[in-house]
């Protein structure tokens, strides 16, 4: 018979096997002792009626876990990408059936395409009801397939210990992404005997780790032959703790960095090797140093069309090392001369002894030339009237140098984040880059800030834009309820900037539907709706004071507002399908657009 109350030891069963007695719990309770049992420390969730079970059981048993409420579940989704981004551990999330879990789906994608590890728990219609058009059913293992690493559907609540174990250790391992486990009603009412297993059991999955020796070894005499070699690092050498190794490998050898959005904080951003970003909005002389390079060493990147542009003429001169742990990034985009598949940190390590000290000062110097052509942090500046919304973000950094994880949201504001703030520091740079998900940067910031009361002591600061930031404005009231001091800034230019620019270039200044400002809110009394701190800048000389007296509030979240003109743009610019080469910097041609 089912019983209300969590049993004691005492009342153990023997397990299937025989090997020990074990408590005999109901699938609610099984599953809050999973979590416990894995060292889950936070969960961001939203209750419903699939769920009911899950959330009876937390609150008899007062488990070992904090519980977040988000008040969207999509949110949630993101709170749990910032989380696991700044932590490095898994993220959790526990929603209802139907729309709780169809909530889920950008998240998900969202974390599937930038390799973030999650789990998202889905509770489900009971088993007798699947496919019935039941009130709140979704299909969501059949959603959610195409975005997961993996998911499950549990259909026996003997299997739901297990089930938890392997969904954990496959969302971190290898190349780290979304796990869904969809919960059926009856199973969390089920009973079992509860044994958390110590290994997850998964016959036929294994991670790689170290690389084939002989690749290595060829990689190493690649690079002693190399005369312009590049190191381009992208996210999957943060997600292996690689940074140190990697920053060694780099100046043992005198080879210039460039990062991707991802890879931002994977070496400093401050060191004289460091190239900064490249790609689409990438910095003139990292993008000239891609496509005269001979030898390009691309660490946990996996040559995305952001990176490449034109992929036939991309990088035309380079023999290609890809160090990346899942096989199928090899020669997908750009053909690898040498696959060094495993871990990176391991990669690295087998790699580093291997290299010697080059001699790298004639295309150093060849790179600075290039820099000097196109100087990459200036900009016209803030006028008499009108905030250069670059100064906000070099404001920013002189406030924090660096100390601090910034999260931005997707848009123009994204840019100029990653081409104006110095990161230097690893788990320092949060955004959604595959999925380019606008409403990601508030959340998510929310997640890292919950991440960083688990050890790291950092300010977290979020950068959005005005699109953006209203799309999850909700989670303000999340973020305040639990005192975290996010600092906000919104950089507000009344319309979808990113799309403008766009429009503007490319469409003869056809500027449709991406004004905002018949729709966009008062953002300092929206703020102070959500109980936290609303100020705003106007005009440049109060941008300093505004950042100031942010810093000064350290119970809440602050949103400064920043009024920035509308009419500015991201450059240097790689136009969509164009060579790396073939970039547009703010003395462009219109002319020249006309066949783009």
């Not at 008062?522 to 709706?529: N, R």
Request: proline fraction near 6%; charge should be negative; glycine fraction near 10%.
């Amino acid at each position: 018979m089912p019983t209300d109350t969590l049993q004691s030891p005492d009342s153990a069963t023997p397990t299937a096997n025989g090997a020990h007695d074990a408590p005999t719990l109901k699938g609610s309770e099984i599953f809050v002792r999973a979590l416990e049992e894995e060292g889950v420390d936070r969960v961001f969730g939203h209750p419903g009626g699939a769920v009911i079970k899950i959330y009876d059981a937390m609150e008899r048993i007062q488990p070992s876990f904090d519980h977040v409420l988000v008040r969207h579940e999509q949110g949630g989704t993101h709170a749990a990408e910032g989380y696991a981004k700044a932590t490095g551990r898994v993220g959790t999330v526990l929603v209802t059936s139907g729309p709780g879990a169809t909530n889920t789906v950008t998240g998900i994608a969202d974390a599937y395409l930038d390799s973030v590890p999650i789990v998202v728990f889905t509770g489900q219609v009971p088993t007798h009801l699947i496919g019935n058009d039941s009130f709140q059913e979704t299909d969501t293992t059949g959603v959610t397939r195409s975005i997961t690493k993996h998911n499950f559907l549990v259909r026996d609540v003997n299997e739901l210990a297990t089930t938890v174990k392997q969904a954990y250790h496959i969302a971190r391992t290898g190349r780290p992404g979304p796990v869904v486990v969809d919960l059926p009603k009856d199973v969390q009412m089920d009973e079992a005997p509860f044994v958390y297993p110590g290994e997850p059991g998964l016959e036929g999955y294994t991670v790689p780790g170290a690389a084939v020796p002989s690749q290595v070894d060829r990689a190493a005499k690649m690079i002693e032959e190399a005369e312009k070699p590049l190191l381009y690092v992208g996210g999957g050498t943060i997600n292996a703790d690689a940074p140190e190794v990697l920053t060694e490998l780099a100046r043992k050898a005198n080879i210039p960095v460039t990062t991707t959005l991802h890879g931002l904080g994977a070496f400093p951003e401050t060191d004289d090797l460091a190239l900064g970003w490249l790609g689409m909005h990438g910095f003139y002389h990292t993008n000239m140093a891609v496509q005269n390079a001979d030898l390009i060493m691309a660490v946990g990147a996996r040559f995305d069309d952001r990176v490449t542009g034109d992929v036939d003429e991309w990088a035309p001169n380079a023999k290609i090392i890809h160090v990346d742990i899942d096989p199928s990034c090899i020669s997908k985009n750009v053909y690898a001369d040498c696959a060094l598949i495993g871990d990176a940190q391991e990669v690295l390590q087998q790699l580093l002894p291997r290299v010697k000290p080059k001699d790298t000062t004639d295309w150093l110097a060849q790179i600075d030339a290039w820099r000097a052509e196109c100087p990459p942090y200036e900009y016209e500046g803030s006028d008499g009237d009108e905030i250069a919304p670059e100064s906000v973000v070099e404001a920013l950094y002189e406030k924090t140098q660096g100390d601090a994880v910034m999260v931005s949201d997707v848009g123009q504001h994204q840019m100029w984040v990653c081409q104006y703030y110095k990161f230097g520091q690893t788990r320092s740079h949060i955004s959604s880059g595959g999925l380019g998900t606008m409403g990601f940067g508030l959340p998510a910031a929310m997640g890292a800030a919950f991440g960083m009361r688990e050890g790291r002591d950092l300010d977290v600061v979020c950068v959005s834009g005005d699109g953006g930031f209203v799309m999850n404005a909700q989670e303000l009231s999340v973020a305040a309820r639990h005192g975290l001091p996010l600092k906000i800034a919104v950089l507000n230019n009344n319309y979808l900037g990113m799309v403008r620019q766009w429009q503007s270039l490319f469409h003869e200044e056809r500027f449709s539907h991406t004004d905002l400002q018949p729709t966009n809110p008062d953002f300092v009394k929206l703020a102070e709706a959500h109980h936290c701190v609303g100020l705003r800048a106007s005009s440049p000389d109060e941008v300093g004071d505004v950042i100031d007296q942010a810093w000064d509030v350290d119970d809440r979240p602050v949103v400064m507002e920043f009024q920035v003109p509308k009419e500015e743009m991201v450059f240097p610019m790689v136009p969509a399908g164009a060579a790396s080469d073939d970039m547009l910097t703010e003395m462009f041609d219109k002319e020249k657009m006309a066949d783009k």
